[in-house]
């Protein structure tokens, strides 16, 4: 597998282009946007990874918002599904070529490890703080039918247990808790969204039946992570109204909503469709091309714009490296 390495600032007409190609998969490193301030110090302090659906993602030093570089995938595959380690490297899915998971290390110009993934079409991942593996939601097709299976690689390398889960169409998001309990998400029909448990141990997922409904807007394939002490999970924004994020207590196989989030702001298409908790913060994206900040878990009013105006793409994945 050959991965390319560019220089020039590239305007992102490149988007329609590289989207439609097809042969090997590839990885171009750009500097910037010429529309954005770059950041020389690429490498330096905490990175924001906004991976988007047109096959780009974005490198952002965290919190200042400044844009060290863009990942461009000659790969129409490539979605929303990302994730990082306690190393700081990041992991991107890719489905058109086959499934494959790439490896970044913090601020990497080019893949450092690819993991094959059969013939599924990969799309949210998450990494076990205390033992390193990395899991990863497979659906059998490329739309949400049809269901699909779990695949748990040991260490983040080789080849990797999977695991089906009953009842769901499609498994879009995972997250590990700091105790190695894993949790998946996705379409259980009928627009709502269910959550299942791996818990430490166990051979088999257990479904969690919630207390009330949560809705699905759009498909949530970010959708779920542990704040801390909640499984969290972020519904999009429907008719411009705030994203919720509901806050589940998990018991057995029960989960009661213990609480939720919303905020105030004028909101895009697509809202929420990213969302990222980083402990008394959640940056969410905000409109097609601009990721935001508010406190969380008050959320209220928005803390700051954290980026604006990248192009090419509605619902993107969100990833942070340290």
Not at 225 to 231: K, L, S
Not at 280 to 308: D, F, M
Request: charged share 10%; with cysteine.
């Amino acid at each position: 597998m050959e991965f390319r390495l560019g220089r020039a600032l590239g305007a992102m007409t490149a988007i329609a282009i590289l989207a439609g190609c097809g042969g090997s998969q590839s990885v171009i490193d750009r500097p910037g946007s010429a529309a954005q301030t770059v950041n020389p110090n690429a490498n330096s302090g905490a990175l924001l990874y906004v991976m988007t659906d047109a096959n780009i993602a974005y490198v952002v030093n965290y919190p200042s918002g400044k844009l060290a570089r863009t990942l461009t995938f000659d790969d129409s595959g490539v979605g929303a599904g990302i994730c990082s380690d306690t190393s700081g490297d990041v992991f991107i899915t890719a489905s058109s070529s086959g499934g494959t998971v790439y490896e970044f290390a913090h601020g990497g110009k080019t893949p450092k490890a690819s993991l094959p993934d059969g013939s599924f079409y990969p799309r949210g991942c998450s990494v076990d703080p205390t033992t390193g593996n990395l899991a990863v939601t497979n659906n059998n097709e490329p739309n949400c039918y049809n269901g699909g299976n779990v695949a748990i690689y040991p260490g983040a390398s080789g080849s990797p247990t999977t695991y089906t889960v009953s009842g769901f169409q499609c498994l879009n998001a995972a997250s590990y808790d700091n105790q190695g309990n894993l949790f998946i998400g996705g379409s259980i029909g009928s627009g709502d969204f269910g959550i299942a448990e791996l818990p430490v141990g166990a051979s088999q997922f257990t479904n969690i039946a919630l207390n009330e409904p949560v809705g699905c807007y759009g498909e949530c394939d970010n959708s779920i992570q542990w704040d801390g002490e909640y499984v969290a999970i972020t519904q999009p924004t429907k008719d411009h109204v705030s994203p919720t994020i509901y806050r589940v207590a998990v018991s057995g196989s029960n989960g009661t909503i213990a609480g939720t989030v919303t905020f105030k702001g004028v909101f895009g298409n697509h809202a929420g469709e990213g969302s990222l908790i980083d402990g008394s913060r959640v940056v969410l994206a905000y409109h097609p091309g601009s990721i935001a900040i508010w406190n969380y878990p008050a959320g209220g009013k928005i803390e700051h714009i954290l980026i604006k105006g990248l192009g090419g793409y509605d619902k993107p994945g969100l990833a942070l490296s340290q």
